[in-house]
Structures are given as C-alpha cells and as structure tokens.
C-alpha cells in the first residue's frame, strides 16, 4: 500500500513547478493514493473512462540478468497491471483487482512497463512490454471480454516486437496502428532490422549530427494479436523538413509515443527523456511524416515522464505521472490536466501543478 509521504520537490535543471491549493475533484492531484502508478494509457470504453498504468511497487532495484546487458531501469521492476476507472474526470476512481500478472505470462521474465490498451468486435487487448528469459524487451498482447480484465496472454510476444511502450491507436476507417520503442533501458538502440543485440550501445544518443532515433510503427492484424507488415521507423522533421537530430535534446524522441486525432490531423507526442518533456509533432498520416510543433507538458516532479491524451465528456484530457507522493522517480502517481488547443489547432502547453506539500 501506498504512504502519504512528505513531498521532495526534486530540482530538474533550471525549471520550477507551480504550487496552488488543491483544485477540485482530482485534476492535478494524483488520481489513486493506495497504490502507484505510473504511464497512464487512457481510453474511454462503453461510455467509461478507464485508464491502464504500469503499477510501481516498493523494494531494492532488480539485479542484472547478466553482466553483458550492462542494464539499466532497474529500478523499474513492475510485475503486474491494476485498471482505473471514473465514471467523470474528478469523481471517485475505481482501483480493479489485478488485470494481469507476470506470472501468468509464460514468455515474460520481469519488467513489465507501460502498457496500452484497445477494442475491438467485443474483445479488450492489453498489450505490455516485458523482458523475455534472454533478457530482450518483447510486447505481448492478452485479450478479455471487460475493459477491467482479467486478461489472458497469448504464449508468445508479438513476432517482430522489441523495446517498450506500445501504443495502439484506431483511426476512422477501423485500421489500427501499434507504436512502440523507448531508448536507453528501453533497449531501442540495441535492435537493429529487429535482432536484439545486448552488447550493443549503452547510451540513447547517435553521433550529434546524425538523425535522432525514432518511435517504430506497425499496422495491425484484423484480429488484433500481431502486425501486418513490419515495423518500420517514423520520421519527425523539423519545420525545414529535416529530421530532427540526435543532439536536439529538447526535440528529439526518447521514449512514450503517443497518438491521438484532432480535426483531422494526426497528433504523434512522445517524452524527451533527461531533458523531461512531452513534445508533439502533427501530421496529415498515422504513419508520418510527423512536423515537430512544440510542447505538450513542461517537467513534472520526478525524472520520467508518460502520458497520453484522450477526449471524454466533451473535453480533451492530458494523462501524466509524477514522483507527488513517494519523492522517487520509480514510485509514481497518475494526475489528470485539462488540455486545451488553439485556434490552429495547436497544443496549449500544460504546466504541472503540484499540491499537498
């Protein structure tokens, strides 16, 4: 069970956090205390609006599986998955009893990490990422008949999956897309053509001048369960059309895409890593090419940061985390924004408001 800790307003760089009272409901406050949660994929299913985080627990960081993986993010050691839920956005949040174990994922070792969710002829598909017995990120998939679960997996990971951070988004014409790949611990990196190489690169970064690495893109089977064609990487240009390069740290692609649909355009958003924030590129494809547009969310209390955007009850809502509660970056709490766009259809920045010291 989660404490009510005193709060540590952790400095990241230059950047302060806004402090108010507690607004109404839960906007801006975490949404769950008895447990922490992280990575909130949001969705809104039979008029319902349910949200489906990696769930942080206590204890040492895990050890390396072997010395040759030289890991990292083990201090991210998620086992499990609990489902949110809220009738509306600052009314009581349903905590579902556990959606899906890692003991009942007969390919999956540890590390189960953010996770997304979707719909489709009367079936939910969760699809997670965890560390296979070589000690490779795969995705899997498991499939129930409620949007709270219990799940059950498919024996093996999706063929052709690596990394973390899946993200399935449907567009009208019902064709659905998966993007995935997070770097650093998230081992995007070390894949290449789809071959897991543990001795490969450490660190998340290409030479300065070269292309950023990027999310990777899949359409998916009519049934959910795979891809159709290959992964392939996603462009995100900058305003000239060039590719955003890999020394652009305040730009470039880290980790946690996002997709989301706003008058037509497609919205792709996506984490920064180290230098914590959430940006966003607008494209006029699900698949890209993606125009970097600017910023979703400024730093948040803590070092990671994950979200996702969905619209419910006639307002569009920004899902993130943050370290509020425990003051470490690996025990995290799911808050809920309000976000707004501009005539032109661009994001409103958001700024993070912590409450509760």
Not at 158 to 183: A, N
Not at 259 to 272: D, F, V
Not at 309 to 316: K, L, P, R, T
């Amino acid at each position: 069970m989660a404490r009510r800790l005193p709060l540590a307003l952790a400095a990241l760089g230059t950047y302060a956090y806004a402090e108010a009272p507690p607004p109404a409901g839960n906007v801006h406050a975490p949404l769950v205390e008895e447990i922490y949660t992280a990575d909130p994929s949001a969705h809104v299913f039979a008029g319902k609006l349910y949200v489906y985080p990696s769930h942080d627990i206590e204890g040492p960081p895990l050890p390396d599986i072997a010395p040759f993986l030289n890991s990292q993010g083990n201090a991210f050691k998620m086992r499990d998955y609990r489902v949110l839920s809220m009738d509306h956005v600052g009314g009581p949040v349903t905590i579902h009893p556990v959606a899906l174990d890692i003991k009942d994922v007969p390919w999956a070792a540890r590390q189960m990490w953010a996770p997304d969710a979707a719909f489709r002829n009367g079936t939910y598909y969760l699809y997670f990422p965890a560390k296979d017995w070589q000690g490779a990120f795969r995705i899997g998939v498991a499939t129930s008949s409620s949007p709270a679960g219990p799940f059950k997996a498919q024996p093996q990971p999706i063929q052709g999956s690596f990394s973390i951070d899946p993200s399935v988004f449907t567009d009208d014409d019902g064709r659905s897309y998966m993007y995935f790949g997070g770097l650093s611990g998230g081992q995007l990196q070390k894949t290449v053509d789809g071959v897991f190489h543990p001795g490969g690169p450490r660190e998340a970064d290409r030479a300065p001048l070269e292309a950023a690495y990027t999310p990777m893109v899949a359409p998916m089977t009519d049934d959910m369960l795979g891809f159709a064609k290959p992964a392939r990487a996603v462009d995100i240009l900058d305003a000239d059309g060039k590719p955003i390069r890999a020394d652009d740290a305040q730009r470039r692609f880290f980790e946690g895409t996002w997709m989301h649909k706003y008058r037509g355009r497609y919205y792709l958003s996506y984490s920064t890593g180290g230098t914590h924030f959430i940006a966003y590129a607008i494209g006029d494809s699900p698949t890209g090419p993606f125009t970097y547009q600017g910023r979703v969310l400024e730093p948040v209390d803590g070092w990671t940061t994950h979200h996702s955007i969905v619209e419910y009850e006639g307002q569009w809502w920004l899902f993130y985390a943050d370290s509020h509660l425990s003051g470490k970056t690996w025990l995290r709490n799911v808050k809920v924004a309000p976000l707004e766009y501009d005539a032109e259809g661009r994001i409103k920045t958001v700024k993070p408001i912590v409450t509760g010291k």
